[in-house]
Each structure stands twice: as C-alpha cells, then as structure tokens.
C-alpha cells in the first residue's frame, strides 16, 4: 500500500499546538470538550440570535475543525479557477456554437429556453454578461485517494466535485462564516492557526451580489431555507433596512410606459404599518393599484425551485430576470448536474479549439470532477454496453436527478439489481426532459475515505465520510466552507447532519509565512536606518566613512 502525503484531520484547539503537534478531541477530557462546544455555541449565537438558526441548526455546529495543508487550500483554489474558465466559456457560448450543439446535448424545458434565448436578445445595459454575472456558487466535493502527481510512490487526498448548487444564493455561506469566526473566538490564532476561511470575506463577497442602495426583496416558495433567514438578519445589521420577505402569490406585474419593457416589477403589501423596503424615499414609495397597495422591487433574492419559476409565467419571469439574482443562466445550466458532464466532455475543446485553458487546468478537472455521464450522450451508450457485459459494474457508480439538491432521490448501483439499473439506464438514452418524469445523471461512485470524527458527545468517536463544500461569488473564491459529516453516505445538516469549519496551521499559511520571513528580514534594516538617521541629524560630529 501507498504511503500517505498530507492527510485532513479533526483537532480539538485548546490541545493543539500548530501543526506540529495537532491533538484529536478524544485526547482531550470532558471537561475541556464541553468548555469548547459552549464557547462555540456562544459565538454563533453572539453572530445572530437563536430564533435565525431554523431547527437550531447552530447545535449542529462542531467546535473541532478540520486542519487542512496549504497543498489541500492551493489544489482546492486552483480546481475553482479552471471550473470557473470551463464554466463561464460554455455558457456564453450556448447558443452561438452551432458545431459544439450544447443546446441538444443538455436540453431544457421549453419555457426555460425562450427565456435564455431572450436573454441572449438584451443589450448590456438591461443585463450584464454572464461573466460577470456569474453568481453564488457552492459546490460540492468528495475526498478520494489518488497517486501523487507529485510523487508517484505516494498517494494524495483529492477533492472531487460532484455538483454545484447555484440555486439559492445564501445556503451555507452564512453557516461557514459565522463558524469560522467562532474558530477564532474559540482562540485558534492563539493556539498557532488561521482559518482555512475568513468570516469577512465570505460576508463582504455576499454583499457584491447586490445593490446596497437599494431596497432588497427576497422571494421564498417552498423551500424551508436556512442561511436565508440569518443573511436577513445581517443585512438589516449592516445597512439598518429590513430585506421584505416576499411569495409568488404576492408578485404583481405593473403597466408602465416609462420603462423600457413596458412593465414595473411590485410586489403586494400585506401590512401597510410595516416598514418600507428602503429608507431612500425615491425607492419606498408605496402606492394602490387595482385597489392594493403595492411597493416597487428594485433588485430581489431568489429562492424557488425551478418548477415553482416555470410557473409564474413567461412575462414574470422575464421582469425577475432584469432584477434578480442568481441569474437565469446560472440557475438553469450551472446548477444542473449535467453540467458537469459538459465540462468534461468539452475538456479538449476549451484547451486546443478555444485556448480557455491550459493542459494543466484542463488535467485538474479531470481529476476533480466526479466523471458524469449525460443523458442521450455516446459515452452513456458505452456505458449501457459495459454494464450489460459486466453487471457488476454498476456498483461503482449512481444515479443522480439533475435538479435535486440535499442528496434527495439518489440511487447507489450497488443497492439496485441488474434488471432495475438497466431499465433506469434504458430510460436515459433520450437526452429530453419529460415532464412529471425525473432525470437522472450517471456518475461514478467517488470510492469516498472515512475519518475518525467526534461530532457529539452522545455518539462517541465515529467513523464517517466527510462532504466538503466551498464558497464562491462572481467568480472569486471565497473560501472553503462548512464540512457536513454523518453516518450514511449521503449527509445533509437539514437531515440530522453535522457541520464542521476549517483550520490550517499557521506554519502551513503561506500568506502568513512570507509576511513573517519578510519582516523578519525588513526590520531589523529599517530600525539600523531609523538609528543611523537620528544620529546624522543630532550628533553633527557623527560620519559615516
């Protein structure tokens, strides 16, 4: 067996000392462990009130990070870099490239693709580009063992990416950097290490998703949401307005011959003694139409499902387009699953037809993105082929349904029977979309490693997979995000789950180990020059030969 590179770990901080000397919390006693999770909980609820954690979801917080390497944090940026080139390459060319068919390859339903082709139709000034209007991403990565590129006789962790929520712009964020500011509340910088995130990054990125002159509307559905609820909660902190919680139902499409599209987005106000959307006055002007009062929507949130957009209408959906985020593009193709399966397949292209990427970018996703077989495509055909002629083969991989999020409706190989797997395979040689039917995608089965993990007091030491996720907005990394963590293989903090945050030891910090070589050097010079100076000035008899 292959000997082992850099490995994450979970710590407990008050027995750690840097990396060198990383101490699990089994080591440490009862005492100290129950000291630490109430200093966590207490800064998570010093962050934001108890009743903005849906279902208490901060009790599901874990005060013992996971110590990262600089290898780890440096692959994971680099890996978010060349998905953000493939990505953003792919999109905007979507229906322009009439030989690479990406259109036929990923369809979508039919209300969801007038609506991208209009898009296409707008100048820059009622929508920018998609490369700039990239959005939230949060995608998601198994860890998996490979051979070092590195170092051949050695194996490394690799973070594999098998999908990217962009749906709702909120999930998560919030989470991470509220528990990475705990970390340091809980004396970690102390102790000799750095987040592997930092709170005011993730808080700041969020807040380049918006306008913050004016007045935000977040319109909910169905989804219970979490983050969304603690985000409101920051934002009236930050700007002293209360973002309006808005439905479907309450959306109102208003004639305007002044706008451009002939139509002035608003929203139903159910409590006219509630305070306005914005403390400008030019933007909180309530007003009744057909005998209801209504406020105007500048700019709005969105967090519906993709079957709750189709159904408000083509009209409606074009005015949530010029004022919502995260775009349409992003919602409809960044955040299918197929995606994926696009990126790979396009690997080639992006590097020799389009010069987006280099051999090494392009080698990178290879390695960190789960392969991903789409729908109607010819690698599925081979697949189909292999699976008939070694049905084993389907242990190794799962069915996933393109729109689903939290591990919803996924099917192991390995719990399916040769007959059922081949009639769900069967089943997707049409690439189409059918209605009241799910969509899967096929992908590898990431042969996902186990830690040792103390997740609460009550279960002991376990031994689960880690689920890691990282933070990204327009494009910029923002940094790793919460680690969910639970017995099965699929694991959601809504379902039971719990969540970690990230540490890396101080020495490991590349950032911080410049800074501190260079001022090591650059001081003692400075303080030479600042006494040779003085002594020039005040003793005129002093000289230097």
């Known amino acids: 067996m292959k000997l082992q590179t850099e490995r994450l770990q979970q710590i407990c901080l008050s027995r750690s000392r840097d990396g060198s000397v990383p101490v699990p919390p089994t080591k440490a006693n009862s005492i100290v462990r129950a000291r630490e999770k109430k200093l966590f909980e207490s800064s998570l609820l010093a962050s934001c009130p108890r009743e903005k954690w849906v279902k208490d979801s901060y009790l599901a917080g874990c005060p013992y990070p996971i110590l990262m390497t600089d290898r780890h944090d440096r692959n994971l940026r680099e890996l978010h870099e060349a998905l953000v080139l493939a990505i953003t390459n792919i999109v905007e060319r979507w229906w322009t490239d009439i030989d690479a068919k990406l259109p ?324 997707l040689r049409n690439p189409s979309l059918v209605s009241q039917q799910t969509t899967y995608i096929v992908q590898r089965q990431i042969k996902q490693l186990v830690f040792n993990v103390l997740l609460r007091e009550r279960e002991g030491l376990q031994r689960n997979y880690l689920v890691g996720t990282y933070h990204a907005v327009n494009g910029k990394y923002l940094g790793i995000g919460t680690w969910r963590s639970g017995p099965g293989r699929i694991c959601a903090v809504s379902h039971g789950g719990a969540w970690l945050c990230s540490v890396m030891s101080r020495c490991d910090h590349p950032r911080f180990d410049v800074t501190q070589k260079r001022l090591s050097f650059v001081s003692p010079l400075f303080f030479a020059a600042v006494c040779i100076c003085l002594l020039c000035c005040f003793c005129p008899s002093y000289r230097i030969l």
């Open 104 to 427: 036929q390859r990923m369809p979508l339903e039919p209300q969801e693709e007038d609506l991208l082709r209009w898009i296409e139709t707008l100048d820059a000034g009622a929508i920018r580009p998609f490369q700039q209007r990239l959005g939230s991403w949060r995608p998601d990565f198994l860890i998996e063992l490979i051979p070092d590129p590195q170092a051949p006789s050695l194996t490394m962790e690799q973070f594999c990416i098998c999908e990217i929520n962009a749906r709702f712009c909120w999930n998560g964020f919030l989470h991470a950097a509220y528990g990475q500011k705990a970390l340091i509340d809980l004396g970690a910088e102390q102790k000799g290490f750095v987040g592997a995130a930092d709170c005011r990054v993730i808080l700041d990125g969020l807040f380049n998703l918006l306008d913050q002159s004016l007045p935000l509307h977040l319109l909910k559905g169905e989804e219970h949401g979490m983050d969304i609820y603690i985000f409101a909660e920051y934002a009236e902190r930050r700007t002293g307005v209360r973002p309006i919680f808005i439905l479907p139902e309450d959306l109102r499409l208003v004639p305007d011959k002044n706008e451009k599209s002939g139509f002035k987005l608003c929203c139903l106000v159910r409590d006219n003694r509630s305070p306005p959307s914005s403390r400008n006055s030019r933007h909180s002007n309530r007003f009744v139409y057909n005998g209801e009062i209504l406020e105007e929507i500048y700019q709005v949130s969105l967090e519906l499902h993709q079957r709750e957009l189709r159904a408000l209408g083509p009209e409606m959906l074009r005015q949530l387009t010029l004022r919502c985020f995260n775009d349409m593009r992003t919602i409809f193709l960044v955040h299918d699953k197929r995606m994926l399966g696009i990126v790979l397949q396009e690997l080639d292209a992006l590097v020799y037809k389009h010069g987006v990427l280099t051999e090494e970018q392009a080698n990178a996703l290879r390695r960190g993105v789960t392969t991903s077989y789409l729908p109607g495509s010819s690698e599925l055909e081979h697949f189909i082929k292999h699976c008939k002629e070694i049905p084993k083969m389907k242990d190794n991989f799962l069915l996933k349904p393109i729109r689903s999020g939290k591990g919803a409706g996924i099917l192991f190989g390995d719990q399916l029977s040769a007959e059922e797997w081949q009639s769900r395979l069967q089943a």
